[in-house]
DNA sequence: ATCATATGGATATAAAAATATCTACATCTT
DNA sequence: AAGATGTAGATATTTTTATATCCATATGAT
Protein backbone atom coordinates (compact mmCIF):
# COMPACT_ATOMS: atom_id res chain seq x y z
CA UNK A 1 0.00 0.00 0.00
CA UNK A 2 1.53 3.17 -1.22
CA UNK A 3 1.44 6.56 -0.65
CA UNK A 4 -1.50 6.87 -3.17
CA UNK A 5 -4.28 5.60 -2.31
CA UNK A 6 -6.17 4.03 -4.34
CA UNK A 7 -9.87 5.66 -4.35
CA UNK A 8 -12.31 3.43 -4.82
CA UNK A 9 -14.98 4.16 -7.59
CA UNK A 10 -18.54 4.71 -7.19
CA UNK A 11 -21.03 2.54 -9.77
CA UNK A 12 -22.89 4.85 -11.39
CA UNK A 13 -26.25 3.12 -10.45
CA UNK A 14 -25.60 3.41 -6.44
CA UNK A 15 -24.55 7.52 -7.35
CA UNK A 16 -28.22 7.59 -9.27
CA UNK A 17 -29.92 5.74 -5.95
CA UNK A 18 -28.56 8.18 -3.69
CA UNK A 19 -31.19 10.86 -4.44
CA UNK A 20 -33.69 8.62 -3.84
CA UNK A 21 -32.37 7.63 -0.61
CA UNK A 22 -32.17 11.72 0.29
CA UNK A 23 -35.77 12.54 -0.25
CA UNK A 24 -36.98 9.51 2.67
CA UNK A 25 -33.57 10.87 4.54
CA UNK A 26 -34.98 14.51 4.61
CA UNK A 27 -38.29 13.64 5.06
CA UNK A 28 -37.30 11.59 8.26
CA UNK A 29 -34.79 14.13 9.67
CA UNK A 30 -37.93 16.27 9.36
CA UNK A 31 -40.15 14.49 11.65
CA UNK A 32 -36.48 14.86 13.72
CA UNK A 33 -35.82 11.27 13.62
CA UNK A 34 -32.18 10.34 13.99
CA UNK A 35 -31.53 6.71 12.84
CA UNK A 36 -32.59 4.45 10.29
CA UNK A 37 -32.21 1.72 9.72
CA UNK A 38 -30.91 -0.39 5.89
CA UNK A 39 -34.38 -2.21 5.86
CA UNK A 40 -36.10 0.42 6.79
CA UNK A 41 -35.00 2.74 3.98
CA UNK A 42 -35.70 -0.47 2.26
CA UNK A 43 -39.03 -0.75 2.71
CA UNK A 44 -39.90 3.19 1.54
CA UNK A 45 -37.53 2.77 -1.24
CA UNK A 46 -37.95 -0.54 -2.73
CA UNK A 47 -34.17 -0.83 -3.11
CA UNK A 48 -32.95 -3.99 -1.52
CA UNK A 49 -32.01 -3.70 1.85
CA UNK A 50 -28.04 -4.94 0.84
CA UNK A 51 -27.86 -2.76 -2.10
CA UNK A 52 -28.66 0.59 0.43
CA UNK A 53 -25.72 -0.69 2.86
CA UNK A 54 -23.67 -0.99 0.29
CA UNK A 55 -24.38 2.15 -1.25
CA UNK A 56 -23.91 3.89 2.18
CA UNK A 57 -21.15 2.07 3.02
CA UNK A 58 -19.55 3.53 -0.55
CA UNK A 59 -19.93 7.06 0.49
CA UNK A 60 -18.55 6.79 3.88
CA UNK A 61 -22.22 7.69 5.36
CA UNK A 62 -22.13 7.33 9.57
CA UNK A 63 -23.74 4.50 11.43
CA UNK A 64 -24.24 2.88 14.86
CA UNK A 65 -23.76 -0.57 15.05
CA UNK A 66 -27.00 -2.91 15.50
CA UNK A 67 -29.15 0.88 15.27
CA UNK A 68 -28.64 2.08 11.81
CA UNK A 69 -27.29 4.46 9.75
CA UNK A 70 -27.37 8.31 11.50
CA UNK A 71 -29.97 9.96 9.18
CA UNK A 72 -28.22 13.61 9.49
CA UNK A 73 -24.73 12.16 8.78
CA UNK A 74 -25.90 10.57 6.01
CA UNK A 75 -27.53 13.49 4.89
CA UNK A 76 -24.40 14.96 4.97
CA UNK A 77 -22.56 12.30 3.32
CA UNK A 78 -24.85 12.35 0.50
CA UNK A 79 -24.81 16.12 0.32
CA UNK A 80 -21.28 16.31 0.22
CA UNK A 81 -20.38 13.63 -2.02
CA UNK A 82 -22.75 15.06 -4.75
CA UNK A 83 -21.55 18.82 -3.86
CA UNK A 84 -25.30 19.41 -3.19
CA UNK A 85 -23.99 21.56 -0.37
CA UNK A 86 -23.22 24.88 -1.70
CA UNK A 87 -25.33 26.13 -4.64
CA UNK A 88 -23.78 25.85 -8.77
CA UNK A 89 -24.49 28.68 -10.47
CA UNK A 90 -26.25 27.26 -13.86
CA UNK A 91 -27.94 28.88 -17.02
CA UNK A 92 -30.66 26.90 -19.26
CA UNK A 93 -30.44 27.43 -23.24
CA UNK A 94 -33.29 26.97 -25.21
CA UNK A 95 -36.45 27.91 -23.18
CA UNK A 96 -39.15 26.38 -25.21
CA UNK A 97 -41.55 24.46 -23.61
CA UNK A 98 -39.16 21.91 -21.74
CA UNK A 99 -36.73 24.21 -20.83
CA UNK A 100 -39.71 26.45 -19.43
CA UNK A 101 -40.65 23.46 -17.38
CA UNK A 102 -37.50 22.90 -15.67
CA UNK A 103 -36.76 26.72 -15.19
CA UNK A 104 -40.46 26.49 -12.80
CA UNK A 105 -38.93 23.95 -11.02
CA UNK A 106 -38.26 24.66 -7.52
CA UNK A 107 -36.44 21.83 -6.31
CA UNK A 108 -32.97 22.25 -7.99
CA UNK A 109 -32.00 24.28 -5.25
CA UNK A 110 -32.07 21.14 -2.94
CA UNK A 111 -29.83 19.58 -5.15
CA UNK A 112 -26.86 21.82 -5.79
CA UNK A 113 -28.19 23.86 -8.74
CA UNK A 114 -29.46 27.33 -9.31
CA UNK A 115 -30.51 28.25 -12.48
CA UNK A 116 -29.54 32.29 -12.71
CA UNK A 117 -29.82 32.74 -16.63
CA UNK A 118 -31.71 31.55 -19.54
CA UNK A 119 -30.83 32.27 -23.16
CA UNK A 120 -32.97 31.62 -26.49
CA UNK A 121 -32.64 33.10 -29.78
CA UNK A 122 -36.41 33.33 -30.58
CA UNK A 123 -37.57 37.52 -30.45
CA UNK A 124 -40.53 37.23 -27.98
CA UNK A 125 -38.95 35.12 -25.70
CA UNK A 126 -35.75 37.28 -25.36
CA UNK A 127 -36.03 40.01 -22.62
CA UNK A 128 -38.78 38.43 -20.71
CA UNK A 129 -38.77 36.59 -17.50
CA UNK A 130 -39.53 32.46 -17.28
CA UNK A 131 -40.54 32.04 -13.47
CA UNK A 132 -38.90 35.05 -12.23
CA UNK A 133 -35.44 34.29 -14.75
CA UNK A 134 -34.17 36.55 -17.70
CA UNK A 135 -33.78 35.74 -21.27
CA UNK A 136 -30.98 36.69 -22.74
CA UNK A 137 -30.18 36.45 -26.42
CA UNK A 138 -28.13 33.20 -27.34
CA UNK A 139 -25.06 35.63 -28.93
CA UNK A 140 -24.47 37.45 -25.18
CA UNK A 141 -23.49 33.96 -23.91
CA UNK A 142 -20.14 34.28 -23.31
CA UNK A 143 -20.44 37.89 -21.87
CA UNK A 144 -23.18 36.77 -19.36
CA UNK A 145 -21.27 33.76 -18.60
CA UNK A 146 -18.07 35.43 -17.75
CA UNK A 147 -20.02 38.22 -15.95
CA UNK A 148 -21.93 35.85 -13.82
CA UNK A 149 -19.41 33.25 -13.64
CA UNK A 150 -21.81 30.44 -14.61
CA UNK A 151 -20.71 26.84 -13.75
CA UNK A 152 -23.33 24.54 -15.67
CA UNK A 153 -25.46 24.20 -18.44
CA UNK A 154 -28.19 23.29 -19.23
CA UNK A 155 -29.27 22.43 -22.64
CA UNK A 156 -32.67 21.96 -23.72
CA UNK A 157 -32.30 23.42 -27.89
CA UNK A 158 -33.53 21.36 -30.60
CA UNK A 159 -31.42 18.51 -31.70
CA UNK A 160 -29.81 19.99 -34.48
CA UNK A 161 -29.23 23.00 -32.70
CA UNK A 162 -27.13 21.34 -30.09
CA UNK A 163 -23.57 20.37 -31.19
CA UNK A 164 -23.10 24.28 -32.11
CA UNK A 165 -24.30 25.80 -28.63
CA UNK A 166 -22.44 23.40 -27.07
CA UNK A 167 -19.14 24.22 -29.08
CA UNK A 168 -19.93 27.65 -27.65
CA UNK A 169 -20.09 26.36 -24.08
CA UNK A 170 -16.93 24.79 -23.99
CA UNK A 171 -15.14 28.02 -25.72
CA UNK A 172 -16.51 29.75 -23.09
CA UNK A 173 -14.82 27.27 -20.90
CA UNK A 174 -17.76 25.34 -19.37
CA UNK A 175 -17.20 22.20 -17.50
CA UNK A 176 -20.37 20.76 -16.90
CA UNK A 177 -23.84 20.11 -19.45
CA UNK A 178 -26.89 18.39 -18.76
CA UNK A 179 -28.30 17.84 -22.06
CA UNK A 180 -32.35 17.02 -22.87
CA UNK A 181 -31.42 17.34 -26.58
CA UNK A 182 -31.41 13.51 -27.99
CA UNK A 183 -27.96 13.91 -29.52
CA UNK A 184 -24.32 12.87 -28.26
CA UNK A 185 -22.41 15.98 -27.50
CA UNK A 186 -18.71 16.05 -29.01
CA UNK A 187 -16.91 17.38 -26.09
CA UNK A 188 -12.91 17.66 -24.98
CA UNK A 189 -12.13 15.02 -21.93
CA UNK A 190 -11.82 17.42 -18.90
CA UNK A 191 -15.92 18.48 -20.01
CA UNK A 192 -18.56 16.38 -17.97
CA UNK A 193 -21.97 15.55 -20.06
CA UNK A 194 -24.95 14.04 -18.77
CA UNK A 195 -26.87 12.82 -21.35
CA UNK A 196 -30.65 12.92 -20.56
CA UNK A 197 -32.56 11.12 -23.41
CA UNK A 198 -36.58 10.66 -22.72
CA UNK A 199 -36.75 7.85 -25.10
CA UNK A 200 -35.07 5.50 -23.26
CA UNK A 201 -37.56 5.57 -20.90
CA UNK A 202 -40.39 5.17 -23.05
CA UNK A 203 -38.59 2.01 -24.42
CA UNK A 204 -37.98 0.21 -21.37
CA UNK A 205 -42.03 1.11 -20.17
CA UNK A 206 -42.74 -0.31 -23.60
CA UNK A 207 -40.31 -3.50 -23.59
CA UNK A 208 -42.10 -4.46 -20.23
CA UNK A 209 -45.46 -4.01 -21.74
CA UNK A 210 -44.81 -6.19 -24.67
CA UNK A 211 -42.94 -9.10 -22.18
CA UNK A 212 -46.28 -9.26 -19.83
CA UNK B 1 -34.33 -28.13 -27.16
CA UNK B 2 -37.78 -28.81 -25.93
CA UNK B 3 -40.95 -27.28 -27.06
CA UNK B 4 -40.25 -24.27 -24.89
CA UNK B 5 -37.88 -22.61 -26.10
CA UNK B 6 -36.19 -20.06 -23.62
CA UNK B 7 -36.74 -16.46 -24.85
CA UNK B 8 -32.97 -15.14 -24.20
CA UNK B 9 -33.83 -12.09 -21.94
CA UNK B 10 -32.57 -8.91 -23.57
CA UNK B 11 -30.78 -6.77 -21.24
CA UNK B 12 -32.24 -3.26 -20.15
CA UNK B 13 -28.80 -1.28 -21.56
CA UNK B 14 -30.11 -2.45 -24.73
CA UNK B 15 -33.30 -1.42 -24.55
CA UNK B 16 -32.16 1.95 -23.94
CA UNK B 17 -29.49 2.29 -26.67
CA UNK B 18 -32.38 0.77 -29.42
CA UNK B 19 -33.67 4.26 -29.25
CA UNK B 20 -30.30 5.81 -29.81
CA UNK B 21 -29.91 3.75 -32.99
CA UNK B 22 -33.33 4.44 -33.90
CA UNK B 23 -32.60 8.39 -34.35
CA UNK B 24 -29.64 7.76 -36.37
CA UNK B 25 -31.31 5.04 -38.79
CA UNK B 26 -33.84 7.18 -39.81
CA UNK B 27 -32.12 9.91 -40.37
CA UNK B 28 -29.96 7.57 -42.91
CA UNK B 29 -33.03 5.51 -44.19
CA UNK B 30 -34.35 9.52 -45.34
CA UNK B 31 -31.07 9.48 -47.10
CA UNK B 32 -31.42 6.39 -49.02
CA UNK B 33 -28.85 4.76 -47.79
CA UNK B 34 -29.78 0.87 -47.36
CA UNK B 35 -26.73 -0.70 -45.19
CA UNK B 36 -24.84 0.40 -42.57
CA UNK B 37 -22.08 -1.13 -40.44
CA UNK B 38 -21.45 -1.24 -36.57
CA UNK B 39 -18.25 0.46 -36.62
CA UNK B 40 -20.52 3.55 -38.38
CA UNK B 41 -23.16 3.44 -36.00
CA UNK B 42 -20.77 3.47 -33.43
CA UNK B 43 -18.73 6.90 -34.50
CA UNK B 44 -22.37 8.26 -34.99
CA UNK B 45 -23.26 7.18 -31.62
CA UNK B 46 -20.20 6.75 -29.37
CA UNK B 47 -21.39 3.40 -28.46
CA UNK B 48 -18.34 1.07 -29.01
CA UNK B 49 -19.09 -0.92 -31.76
CA UNK B 50 -18.96 -4.88 -30.17
CA UNK B 51 -21.86 -3.21 -28.56
CA UNK B 52 -23.95 -2.18 -31.25
CA UNK B 53 -23.42 -5.10 -33.00
CA UNK B 54 -24.32 -7.67 -29.83
CA UNK B 55 -27.44 -5.23 -29.33
CA UNK B 56 -28.25 -5.60 -32.79
CA UNK B 57 -28.11 -9.32 -33.23
CA UNK B 58 -29.94 -9.65 -29.75
CA UNK B 59 -33.30 -8.60 -31.10
CA UNK B 60 -32.76 -10.32 -34.56
CA UNK B 61 -31.80 -7.68 -36.59
CA UNK B 62 -31.32 -8.50 -40.70
CA UNK B 63 -27.47 -8.17 -41.32
CA UNK B 64 -25.82 -8.84 -44.61
CA UNK B 65 -22.14 -10.36 -44.29
CA UNK B 66 -19.57 -8.43 -44.98
CA UNK B 67 -21.65 -5.54 -45.68
CA UNK B 68 -23.28 -4.54 -42.53
CA UNK B 69 -26.86 -4.57 -41.13
CA UNK B 70 -30.09 -3.15 -43.71
CA UNK B 71 -30.85 -0.08 -42.45
CA UNK B 72 -34.66 -0.65 -43.36
CA UNK B 73 -35.11 -3.82 -41.59
CA UNK B 74 -33.18 -2.73 -38.79
CA UNK B 75 -35.75 0.00 -38.21
CA UNK B 76 -38.30 -2.70 -38.27
CA UNK B 77 -37.08 -4.90 -35.85
CA UNK B 78 -36.32 -2.36 -33.23
CA UNK B 79 -40.02 -0.37 -33.97
CA UNK B 80 -41.51 -3.88 -33.65
CA UNK B 81 -39.44 -4.82 -30.19
CA UNK B 82 -40.52 -2.08 -28.80
CA UNK B 83 -43.86 -2.22 -30.35
CA UNK B 84 -43.29 1.51 -31.58
CA UNK B 85 -44.81 0.05 -34.98
CA UNK B 86 -48.49 0.74 -34.01
CA UNK B 87 -49.99 3.79 -31.78
CA UNK B 88 -50.85 2.69 -28.35
CA UNK B 89 -53.54 5.57 -26.84
CA UNK B 90 -51.94 7.30 -23.97
CA UNK B 91 -53.08 9.93 -21.22
CA UNK B 92 -51.43 12.48 -18.79
CA UNK B 93 -52.35 13.34 -15.40
CA UNK B 94 -51.16 16.64 -14.27
CA UNK B 95 -51.17 19.71 -16.23
CA UNK B 96 -48.55 21.69 -14.59
CA UNK B 97 -45.27 22.69 -16.02
CA UNK B 98 -43.58 19.02 -17.09
CA UNK B 99 -47.05 18.28 -18.42
CA UNK B 100 -47.80 20.97 -20.43
CA UNK B 101 -44.44 20.41 -22.23
CA UNK B 102 -44.44 16.71 -22.41
CA UNK B 103 -47.73 17.74 -24.31
CA UNK B 104 -46.33 19.87 -26.51
CA UNK B 105 -43.27 17.19 -27.58
CA UNK B 106 -44.56 16.03 -31.22
CA UNK B 107 -42.13 13.36 -31.22
CA UNK B 108 -44.19 10.42 -29.57
CA UNK B 109 -45.66 9.43 -32.58
CA UNK B 110 -43.06 7.96 -33.87
CA UNK B 111 -42.69 6.52 -30.23
CA UNK B 112 -45.66 4.00 -30.47
CA UNK B 113 -47.19 7.14 -28.14
CA UNK B 114 -50.35 9.27 -28.80
CA UNK B 115 -51.38 11.26 -25.93
CA UNK B 116 -55.30 11.91 -26.42
CA UNK B 117 -56.17 13.20 -23.39
CA UNK B 118 -55.05 14.78 -19.86
CA UNK B 119 -56.66 15.22 -16.15
CA UNK B 120 -55.87 17.25 -13.72
CA UNK B 121 -57.86 18.97 -10.83
CA UNK B 122 -57.26 22.73 -11.02
CA UNK B 123 -60.33 24.86 -11.98
CA UNK B 124 -58.28 26.98 -14.53
CA UNK B 125 -56.86 23.91 -16.21
CA UNK B 126 -59.82 22.07 -16.71
CA UNK B 127 -62.03 22.18 -19.86
CA UNK B 128 -59.10 23.89 -21.55
CA UNK B 129 -57.08 22.34 -24.25
CA UNK B 130 -53.06 22.26 -24.11
CA UNK B 131 -51.31 22.11 -27.07
CA UNK B 132 -54.55 20.38 -29.29
CA UNK B 133 -55.07 17.68 -25.97
CA UNK B 134 -58.14 18.16 -24.07
CA UNK B 135 -57.68 18.15 -20.22
CA UNK B 136 -60.47 16.52 -17.88
CA UNK B 137 -60.99 17.15 -14.60
CA UNK B 138 -59.32 14.20 -12.43
CA UNK B 139 -62.80 12.96 -11.50
CA UNK B 140 -63.43 11.80 -14.96
CA UNK B 141 -60.75 9.60 -14.90
CA UNK B 142 -62.42 6.23 -15.18
CA UNK B 143 -65.55 7.25 -17.58
CA UNK B 144 -62.69 8.76 -20.24
CA UNK B 145 -60.20 6.03 -19.74
CA UNK B 146 -63.18 3.26 -20.62
CA UNK B 147 -64.96 5.61 -23.04
CA UNK B 148 -61.34 6.22 -25.04
CA UNK B 149 -60.26 3.06 -24.47
CA UNK B 150 -56.92 4.34 -23.17
CA UNK B 151 -53.99 1.88 -22.27
CA UNK B 152 -50.66 3.99 -21.21
CA UNK B 153 -50.81 6.84 -18.13
CA UNK B 154 -47.73 9.22 -17.76
CA UNK B 155 -48.09 10.69 -14.51
CA UNK B 156 -46.58 13.93 -14.10
CA UNK B 157 -48.34 14.76 -10.98
CA UNK B 158 -46.89 16.16 -7.59
CA UNK B 159 -45.16 13.38 -5.49
CA UNK B 160 -47.88 13.03 -2.82
CA UNK B 161 -50.40 12.78 -5.08
CA UNK B 162 -49.06 10.06 -7.14
CA UNK B 163 -49.92 6.77 -4.92
CA UNK B 164 -53.25 7.91 -5.15
CA UNK B 165 -53.59 8.58 -9.11
CA UNK B 166 -51.61 5.63 -8.95
CA UNK B 167 -54.62 2.97 -6.90
CA UNK B 168 -57.40 4.87 -9.41
CA UNK B 169 -55.42 3.87 -12.45
CA UNK B 170 -55.00 0.19 -11.31
CA UNK B 171 -58.17 -0.05 -10.88
CA UNK B 172 -59.35 1.29 -13.79
CA UNK B 173 -57.30 -1.49 -15.49
CA UNK B 174 -53.70 0.46 -16.55
CA UNK B 175 -50.95 -1.91 -17.32
CA UNK B 176 -48.30 0.78 -17.86
CA UNK B 177 -47.77 3.58 -15.96
CA UNK B 178 -44.51 5.93 -17.22
CA UNK B 179 -43.70 7.97 -14.05
CA UNK B 180 -42.69 11.67 -13.45
CA UNK B 181 -43.17 11.61 -10.19
CA UNK B 182 -40.20 11.61 -7.34
CA UNK B 183 -41.92 8.60 -5.76
CA UNK B 184 -41.30 4.81 -6.34
CA UNK B 185 -45.19 3.76 -6.68
CA UNK B 186 -46.78 0.31 -5.69
CA UNK B 187 -48.26 -1.63 -7.55
CA UNK B 188 -49.66 -5.35 -8.98
CA UNK B 189 -47.24 -7.04 -10.09
CA UNK B 190 -48.50 -7.33 -13.42
CA UNK B 191 -48.90 -3.22 -14.36
CA UNK B 192 -45.63 -2.08 -15.69
CA UNK B 193 -44.33 1.44 -14.11
CA UNK B 194 -41.38 3.37 -15.56
CA UNK B 195 -39.79 5.79 -13.38
CA UNK B 196 -38.15 8.64 -14.23
CA UNK B 197 -36.45 10.71 -11.64
CA UNK B 198 -34.66 13.64 -12.89
CA UNK B 199 -32.54 13.89 -9.85
CA UNK B 200 -30.65 11.13 -11.15
CA UNK B 201 -29.27 12.48 -14.16
CA UNK B 202 -28.27 15.38 -11.98
CA UNK B 203 -26.38 13.19 -9.51
CA UNK B 204 -24.44 12.33 -12.38
CA UNK B 205 -23.28 14.97 -14.01
CA UNK B 206 -22.23 16.29 -10.26
CA UNK B 207 -20.39 13.18 -9.35
CA UNK B 208 -18.57 13.38 -12.42
CA UNK B 209 -17.75 17.39 -12.05
CA UNK B 210 -16.57 16.40 -8.63
CA UNK B 211 -14.29 13.87 -10.05
CA UNK B 212 -12.39 16.41 -12.73
C1' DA C 1 -26.60 -10.01 34.64
C1' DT C 2 -27.85 -12.91 30.77
C1' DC C 3 -29.55 -13.89 26.49
C1' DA C 4 -31.95 -13.17 22.13
C1' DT C 5 -32.07 -10.12 18.24
C1' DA C 6 -31.46 -6.93 14.54
C1' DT C 7 -27.99 -4.42 12.62
C1' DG C 8 -23.62 -2.85 10.13
C1' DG C 9 -19.18 -4.80 8.53
C1' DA C 10 -16.62 -7.94 5.84
C1' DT C 11 -16.19 -11.45 2.74
C1' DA C 12 -17.71 -14.65 -0.77
C1' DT C 13 -20.62 -15.94 -4.50
C1' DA C 14 -23.58 -15.21 -8.43
C1' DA C 15 -25.42 -12.70 -12.14
C1' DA C 16 -25.20 -9.31 -15.62
C1' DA C 17 -22.88 -6.56 -18.84
C1' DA C 18 -19.10 -5.10 -21.39
C1' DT C 19 -15.12 -6.27 -23.98
C1' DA C 20 -11.93 -9.13 -26.43
C1' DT C 21 -10.73 -12.86 -29.67
C1' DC C 22 -11.20 -15.82 -33.34
C1' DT C 23 -13.60 -17.60 -37.66
C1' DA C 24 -15.97 -17.55 -42.01
C1' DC C 25 -17.37 -15.07 -45.74
C1' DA C 26 -18.88 -11.68 -49.13
C1' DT C 27 -17.07 -7.82 -51.47
C1' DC C 28 -13.56 -5.12 -53.49
C1' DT C 29 -8.91 -4.47 -55.51
C1' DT C 30 -5.31 -5.85 -58.28
C1' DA D 1 -8.63 -15.27 -61.01
C1' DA D 2 -6.34 -14.46 -56.69
C1' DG D 3 -5.66 -12.15 -52.72
C1' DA D 4 -6.59 -8.48 -49.25
C1' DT D 5 -10.05 -6.47 -46.39
C1' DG D 6 -13.80 -5.36 -43.39
C1' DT D 7 -17.73 -7.33 -41.70
C1' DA D 8 -21.16 -10.30 -38.92
C1' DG D 9 -21.21 -14.47 -36.07
C1' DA D 10 -19.84 -17.14 -32.29
C1' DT D 11 -17.34 -17.87 -28.30
C1' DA D 12 -14.44 -16.65 -24.40
C1' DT D 13 -12.82 -13.50 -21.05
C1' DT D 14 -12.94 -9.70 -18.05
C1' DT D 15 -15.19 -6.32 -15.48
C1' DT D 16 -18.92 -4.58 -13.06
C1' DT D 17 -22.84 -5.01 -10.24
C1' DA D 18 -25.95 -7.40 -7.37
C1' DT D 19 -26.83 -10.80 -3.94
C1' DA D 20 -25.86 -14.05 -0.32
C1' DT D 21 -23.43 -15.56 3.88
C1' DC D 22 -21.17 -15.19 8.07
C1' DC D 23 -19.47 -12.51 12.06
C1' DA D 24 -19.06 -9.04 15.82
C1' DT D 25 -21.64 -5.87 18.43
C1' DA D 26 -24.77 -2.78 20.56
C1' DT D 27 -29.39 -2.74 22.18
C1' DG D 28 -33.50 -4.36 24.50
C1' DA D 29 -36.04 -7.96 26.90
C1' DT D 30 -36.09 -11.21 30.59
Redesign the interface.
Known sequence: MGLFSKKKS?S?QT??????YL?VLYDWHGYGRELASSTELAQ???VPPIVIKKDLQAIGAPSKMRAGFKIKGTISAIEN????DNL?KAFLVGAG??G??LL??S??KN???EIVAAFDTHPERVGNEIHGVHVYHTAQLKSVIEEKKLK?AVLTVPGPAAQGITDTLVACGI??I?NFA?V?LAVPP?V?V?Q???????????????R?
Chains 1, 2 share one sequence.
Open positions: IVIRRLPQRETQFLGWNHLAAGFGFHGLIKAWPKDAQEDIASGLAELCAQLKK
